[in-house]
């Protein structure tokens, strides 16, 4: 392969676990853009979101032994975590490390007790996300794609733990997601709750209370018309999916809309068989909503601009908007 | 010659300010040891007539050839201590400032003792560099009378007023088709809400008809040469593609034509006009112009409709752009600002949510001359809101944007709430971090509209979107906010939203601060010479700066800064003629090599070849002293005057004072006993 790339990789539980699709997936598109992971040897878990509100230096040093294996490994600098937990932790640990003098010595003094040590800043932690759109980039991606989305209206879901650290990427209002997936094909909802919770591990404490942030994401989903999410938290994914027939039966409501990893969008695009794909392991069925893919496109296109109500006021156009 | 200079040294208190941190009586004790100091005396306030005076003694009773204060920055106090060596018979270029304050005092200040050795070095430079100065006169040049206006808003409308009502000429150059800048735009202003057009449009009329003002719109300057009194202008008409002198302004070209744009600029992107258009019916000059890119006739080679129902045949399609080059005195420039971008901000919904309005959007809605005719409505042009939600700081006081507070936005917020209520029988809900109304009368503004029943919320909006989590929401707009009085998240839903938008420089005020070679600041506003004491000079003399292109402000303060450039002007005119800095560069023509390398350097231009001895030569009405040939020139025979290689090797050496080469030991203070 032409551009092939290499990452140090941490796969996190939930890859092995409930969101083996994405970890599939991830295997299957990574293989299409030259990507090779190499996984670091003896991970441990990051600590999800709980541990760091039961004790912080602890979890600190949990994450940090991660860095610490990571770089023995003498792989890439840049560490690859597709999942927005380990993604926030890693990256979060890293950056408080090279900020507080204090938690870097007490960290690296908990590491020195299993003879390990890490220097701050020495990895660069990424989302898989920012490595396919930044290091691949869109314009490569297209020319992978084989299958258009055209036909299916997606919402694009970032979720609440991918936005928090400084990224680059707009946090209040993301859109690189849409954009991979306008790439694709695929037709992008606006999505305003696009960075909202899904309630995360409530779901374990206080149903009542997950089950509403998770009703809400997917009504403003079906408010807008989407067939599909798509996401890129393997906790998002859970909840949305997992619940949607709970949340139907608490609120009486009638949702059947799939939650998919952007991995398996992608795989689509470029025409990789479902099964490589980790599709159909996925509770609430995708296959209705894949379905529409390569119906409608021929219509949209005739579709005409309606003519201007005498009336209405110009909307303001958006083709400079973003930045000045 | 320099071992018989008489140095007299003077080290200032400036209060605490220097006196806090420096051991300024231990600087001036040990400066007595510098070569040539005959006189080293420390003072608690230098630029105090009596400091002044123990100057001006010193040099009749010692014999004084050399003054070195080191006090501030010689930005602030240079010409008072030149001059205080003019008084005294001394010539004024033979005084040097050392600046112990902001280059030691003020940035090492948990540092006394360190500020003290640095203070000390700086000291030495400038007596050493004292040794070396030449006794320079300055020159004097005429001002040309002629003014330039940059900018036909409120404050660019205000300076060409003042200053030609006093009888001297004026050149307004504005960018758009019309003056009138963004107040045109407005229905009211706060806090009196007199009609914004009624103030303004019979000052427009007056510059459009000042016998003294020679008015240039949708035109720009191009290009800024020469110096304080003498500047040369060059100033591109942009092709209006309609002849002045034969329109009457009729309106029936526009009202035939059939391109519709939406019309970004005047109306704020809420309405539309047509290719041939004037922004407003009030327009200074009356006359249209052709905007040839959305021109059916420029696009596609048909239409003319405007050219066939012309009554006067003034639509000339072939017209051009023209140049004037002309020479002006002084320069003020009132740029103004732009709007800042909400669809940076996608969480609040502009562009997005059709209902979410930008500040400026509403002004024209208020407008009765604007598109809805003055009534408050939604975009489908029809209904009126039963809920309103203003959200404050948009693009203001946020570190991700602009971390300024755009100081008129509170108050332009109270008055759209006033106007909604007037208008309309919609509940007001304001987001705000903190309420700014401190200019005189506005808090009372402020207390009024609490007494109409404004709901004021204070907390940044977080988002605004159209998920409905209730029934009472479905429909709606809904501004989700953390309270911070009562600590509470809310939810309100409302019918439209307006993002008050905060001030920004001018998308190309840095290019524009180039051409002027005036400073910017990081953000873009143009940089005043003293922020408190002179906001209205800048760096370069003779160019002045007034209204928002400084920072932001409101019409009062714009306007008031625009009448004190104009005085700033009018002085300089009145005084006939500048006295400019003798510092230039110079050119040792008979070993000059006539290779050229400085002709192209030199940012002024300054400096010509001549062909016919084959050497350069410096225009010193043109250079500005700023040394680039003296660095550049290959065979070293550029000399800067004032800033000689002499002057500058010797302060160097003078700075490095307690350094010594191989590694001797450094030589330590001995403190002398006064005696």
Not at chain 1, 145 to 157: N, Q
Not at chain 1, 297 to 318: G, H, V, Y
Not at chain 2, 529 to 538: C, E, F, G, N, V
């Amino acid at each position: 392969m032409e551009n092939s790339r290499t990452y140090t990789y941490y796969p996190g539980c939930s890859l092995q676990a409930t969101a083996h699709a994405y970890d599939e997936s991830m295997q299957a598109v990574n293989k299409q853009l030259g990507l090779t992971f190499n996984e670091i040897d003896d991970w441990n878990c990051c600590g999800a979101t709980e541990y760091f509100s039961v004790d912080a230096l602890p979890a600190y040093s949990l994450v940090a032994r991660n860095l610490s294996l990571a770089v023995q490994s003498n792989g890439s600098q840049d560490l690859v975590a597709p999942c927005s937990a380990c993604f926030l932790n890693l990256r979060k640990t890293n950056d408080y490390m090279s900020k507080y003098k204090d938690l870097n010595s007490q960290v690296n003094q908990a590491l020195a007790a299993g003879g390990l040590s890490y220097e701050a800043g020495a990895l660069n932690v990424r989302h898989l996300l920012d490595v396919v759109i930044e290091d691949v980039g869109l314009e490569q991606i297209k020319t992978k794609v084989t299958k258009p989305l055209s036909g299916i209206k997606v919402a694009p879901y970032y979720g609440c733990l991918i936005v928090r650290p400084e990224t680059g990427y707009n946090t209040e209002y993301p859109t690189h997601l849409d954009e991979l997936m306008v790439t694709l094909g695929a037709d992008v909802v606006d999505f305003p709750m696009k960075t909202h919770c899904c309630g995360g591990h409530m779901t374990q404490i206080s149903e009542e209370t997950a089950y509403e942030l998770i009703r809400r994401l997917l009504q403003n989903a079906s408010d807008y018309g989407a067939d599909a999410i798509v996401t890129l938290c393997p906790m998002c994914q859970l909840n949305l999916d997992a619940y949607q027939n709970e949340v139907n039966r608490m609120f009486g409501t009638n949702f059947h809309i799939p939650v998919l990893f952007f991995t398996q969008l992608m795989g689509i695009a470029f025409g990789l068989s479902e099964n490589a794909l980790g599709l159909g392991s996925e509770i609430i069925p995708a296959g209705p909503a894949l379905a529409k893919i390569g119906t409608v496109d021929e219509q949209k296109t005739r579709e005409r601009p309606k003519r201007r109500d005498k009336k209405a006021l110009p909307m303001p156009s958006m083709d400079s908007g973003g930045n000045e | 010659m320099s071992e018989e200079e008489k140095i007299g040294v003077y080290i200032c208190h400036c209060g605490h300010n220097i006196a806090g941190t420096v051991d300024v009586e231990g600087v001036a004790e040990w400066a007595k040891s510098l070569p040539n100091v005959t006189v080293s005396k420390d003072y608690k306030f230098m630029c105090s007539s009596l400091g002044q005076e123990l100057i001006e003694e010193d040099i009749a009773e010692q014999g004084l050839s050399r003054v070195v204060v080191a006090a501030c920055s010689p930005h602030m106090h240079e010409p008072t201590f030149r001059g205080a060596c003019s008084r005294a018979g001394l010539n004024p270029y033979l005084f040097e400032m050392a600046n112990i304050r902001e280059h030691a005092s003020w940035v090492h200040q948990d540092d006394g003792e360190a500020a003290t050795e640095k203070a000390k070095s700086i000291v030495s430079g400038a007596v050493s560099r004292a040794r070396e100065l030449e006794p320079l006169e300055p020159f004097r040049a005429p001002i040309d009378e002629t003014t330039l206006v940059v900018g036909g808003g409120i404050a660019g409308i205000n300076t060409a007023l003042e200053i030609a009502n006093a009888g001297y000429k004026v050149i307004l150059v504005e960018r758009e088709p019309s003056i009138g800048g963004h107040m045109a735009q407005f229905d009211k202003t706060f806090p009196t809400l007199d009609c914004s057009a009624c103030i303004l449009t019979p000052k427009m009329f007056d510059v459009g008809n000042h016998p003294n003002i020679e008015l240039m719109t949708y035109s720009e300057v191009e290009q800024v040469d020469g110096y304080v009194g003498n500047f040369t202008v060059r100033i591109r008409k942009k092709a209006r593609m309609i002849d002045v002198d034969l329109c009457t302004g009729c309106g029936d070209c526009w009202e035939r034509c059939p391109a519709k744009v939406v019309d970004t600029v005047y109306e704020a992107g809420l309405g539309y006009r047509t290719a041939v258009y004037r922004p407003f019916p009030q327009a200074v000059p009356k006359y249209p112009v052709i905007d040839t890119e959305s021109c059916i006739y420029f696009k596609n080679g048909r239409c003319r409709a405007c050219e066939k129902f012309c009554p006067t045949d003034a639509i000339k399609f072939d017209q051009e752009d023209e140049i004037i080059v002309t020479s002006v005195g002084n320069i003020v420039l009132a740029t103004g600002y732009d709007l800042f971008d909400s669809r940076r901000l996608p969480q609040y919904g502009y562009g997005r949510l059709a209902n979410v309005f930008t500040s400026l959007e509403f002004e024209r809605m208020t407008n009765a001359s604007g598109p809805t005719d003055g009534k408050v409505l939604l975009r489908d042009g029809v209904t009126e809101p039963k809920s309103v939600a203003i959200l404050h700081c948009i693009g203001s006081r946020d570190k991700n944007t602009n971390d300024y507070c755009s100081a008129i936005c509170c108050m332009a917020a109270l008055k759209f709430a006033h106007l909604v209520k007037e208008k309309t029988d919609a509940e007001v809900y304001n987001f705000y971090i903190d309420m700014r109304t401190a200019p005189k009368d506005y808090e009372t503004f402020y207390n009024r509209l609490m007494q109409e029943g404004t709901h004021f919320i204070r907390g940044r909006a977080a988002e605004v979107t159209d998920a409905a989590r209730k029934p009472e929401e479905v429909g709606k707009l809904i501004v989700q906010a953390e309270d911070t009085l009562i600590g509470k998240q809310r939810r309100i839903p409302v019918d439209m939203v307006i993002l008050m938008a905060g001030m920004q420089p001018r998308h190309d005020s840095q290019e524009v601060s180039h051409r002027f070679g005036i400073g910017c600041s990081d953000a873009g506003f143009f940089n005043e010479s003293h922020p408190k004491l002179d906001p209205i000079a800048t760096m370069n003399a003779g160019i002045f700066i007034a209204g928002v292109c400084q920072g932001p402000k409101d019409i009062p303060a714009s306007v008031s800064q625009g009448a004190a450039a104009a005085s700033r002007v009018l002085s300089l005119i009145g005084k006939g003629e500048v006295e400019i800095e003798p510092v230039r560069a110079h050119i040792d023509e008979d070993r000059c090599s006539g290779c050229r390398i400085c002709n192209n350097l030199c940012p002024y231009n300054a400096i010509d070849f001549l062909e016919d001895l084959a050497v350069s030569r410096v225009n010193p009405a043109l250079c500005k002293g700023c040394g680039t040939c003296v660095a550049a020139c290959p065979s070293q025979v550029i000399d800067g005057q004032h800033y000689t290689f002499n002057s500058i090797m010797s302060q160097i050496e003078g700075l490095l004072w307690d350094v010594r080469p191989n590694g001797e030991e450094k030589v330590t203070f001995q403190k002398t006993e006064p005696v």
